[in-house]
Nanobody, 124 residues
Framework: QVQRVESGGGLVQPGDSLRLSCVVSGRTFSSFAMGWFRQATGKDREFVASISGGPGSTYYADSVKGRFTISRDNAKNTVYLQMNSLKPEDTAVYYC?????????????????WGQGTQVTVSS
């Protein structure tokens, strides 16, 4: 059973930074694509960023491009989401997810395993 444990969320002010971490256990981490999604209250879960297995190609939602950076440390079985210049509209529960097979990097339906989520609140 693949498990993911997210951490790093919290309450910050607009313009601040946070780094989310997601530790994955149970499988060959480096082979699989990883994604970060978020879900604000009353809204659908939306794509934030993804990083492929192997070469580590990255993809971002337009709303976070230039502010967020996804990365992975295969030696630590960990994927990170560095979030800079946070805005109130970034407030949401953030989830990491593993995609075992080929599919759309932006589609939650194409991810197989999900973490429990970590709350990020951006407010003055």
């Amino acid at each position: 059973q693949v498990q993911r444990v997210e951490s790093g969320g919290g309450l910050v002010q607009p313009g601040d930074s946070l780094r989310l971490s997601c530790v994955v256990s149970g499988r060959t981490f480096s082979s699989f694509a990883m994604g970060w999604f978020r879900q604000a209250t009353g809204k659908d879960r939306e794509f934030v960023a993804s990083i492929s297995g192997g070469p580590g190609s990255t993809y971002y939602a337009d709303s976070v491009k230039g502010r967020f950076t996804i990365s992975r440390d295969n030696a630590k079985n960990t994927v990170y989401l560095q979030m800079n210049s946070l805005k109130p509209e970034d407030t949401a529960v953030y989830y990491c997810a593993t995609r075992l097979y080929s599919g759309n990097y932006y589609s939650p339906a194409d991810y197989n395993f999900w973490g429990q989520g970590t709350q990020v609140t951006v407010s003055s």
